[in-house]
Structure formats: structure tokens, C-alpha cells
């Protein structure tokens, strides 16, 4: 069972910058993929940014692009989401998910929500003048 912590939200002003983490935790016998989500008042989930189990490949919405970097420390079991250029539209709670992907799956990079199996509370964040 994973356990997953995201931090690292707030409040910053457009064009600003912030750093996410998600730190797993718990025990599994799997390789895993990592993806963050974000969810705004009144709209449907977003996939912002996955990765597979070894952080070799990576994927990005288009609305993001060129923004945000995702990366992997497997020894430390967290996964970063540094969000450059923060717009008013990336105003969202941000999860990020966990995918037990298997071995032969491990370079796999999971885009949709209901292949995520492990969710995290989510963290807020807010870009505001």
C-alpha cells in the first residue's frame, strides 16, 4: 500500500514560481509511475504531467508545456513538479497519483486519471495578483 504527500503549494503572483513534491511511501514490490493532476472550482480533472517508474519518459498537457519540468529521485521516493511562468488559469488543487505499473510495464507513463490506483490529499495552489 502506498501512502503519497504532496507539498509545496500556495499563493504566488502570475509569472511567479513554485515547487511540488510527493513523497511515497509504504510498501510495494512494484515499479511505479507518478502523474499530477489538478482539479479547479467547477471543472473536470486535468492530467498536468506523468512519468514512468524509472523517470526516463515523461508526458505534459499542452497548457504547460515548456513550464513546468517534472523529475524523479527514486531514492528518495519523491517526485517534483517545478512550475515556472504560473499563470491564473493554473489556480487548482494539485494530486499527485501513483500507478503499480509491473515490471513490463515499467517504462509505461499512465495519462489517465482512473489509471492511477494511489492518491494523494492534494495540495492548493493559487496564482493571484
Known amino acids: 500500500q502506498l501512502q503519497l504527500v504532496e507539498s509545496g503549494g500556495g499563493l504566488v503572483h502570475p509569472g511567479g514560481s513554485l515547487r511540488l513534491s510527493c513523497a511515497a511511501s509504504?510498501?510495494?514490490?512494484?515499479?511505479?509511475?507518478i502523474g499530477w493532476f489538478r482539479q479547479a472550482p467547477g471543472k473536470e480533472p486535468e492530467g498536468v504531467s506523468c512519468?514512468?517508474?524509472?523517470?526516463?519518459?515523461?508526458y505534459y498537457a499542452d497548457s504547460v508545456k515548456g513550464r513546468f519540468t517534472l523529475s524523479r529521485d527514486n531514492a528518495k521516493n519523491t517526485v517534483y513538479l517545478q512550475m515556472n511562468s504560473l499563470k491564473p488559469e493554473d489556480t487548482a488543487v494539485y494530486y499527485c497519483a501513483a500507478d503499480p505499473v509491473g515490471h513490463s510495464r515499467r517504462w509505461y507513463v499512465p495519462t489517465n486519471s482512473y489509471e492511477y490506483d494511489y492518491w494523494g490529499q492534494g495540495t492548493q495552489v493559487t496564482v493571484s495578483s
Open positions: 512519468v514512468d517508474s524509472s523517470g526516463q519518459f515523461t
Open positions: 509504504g510498501v510495494t514490490s512494484d515499479p511505479y509511475a
